[in-house]
């Protein structure tokens, strides 16, 4: 049977504006995404009542973080990529959304502060974009 997987070229990375409606715009040249890096918590509620094995019981779960890289275009007007940087200076959280480009476009929705970016700049490379998002809440897929 033939798989029905995507590459990840199909993916965009759009953030929000705050605005009400609000407008997502593309975040420019984006080379790669990781995450949302989801986990849940355990507490050990083990008791003498255990049948001889350890119990454990969920508790909070942890929508971790998603982090990015691109080309950085410091002066492209519509990249994204100097609102990213503003933010990260005050603090803004902002609506994010990944939509993979499948049929129907899948989206996963999540709001998130920019807690860390790093401009690289390599012999032959292009200069580089790595940002990361603290994701708040959890997020949806629609």
Known sequence: MPTSAKPGSKCVLKVGDGAGPEVFTTIAEVKGVRGPSLSGGVVDVTSFDSAGVREFAPTLRDAGT?????????????????????????????????????????????????????IGAELEQAVSLSVTIKVTGWPTWT
């Open 66 to 118: 998603v982090s990015f890289n691109c080309n950085y275009i410091p002066n492209g007007a519509g990249t994204g990529h100097q609102k990213l940087l503003t933010d990260l200076l005050n603090g803004t959280s902002r609506n994010l959304r990944l939509e993979f480009q499948f049929s129907p476009t899948v989206i996963l929705a999540f709001s998130g502060i920019i807690t860390g970016a790093e």
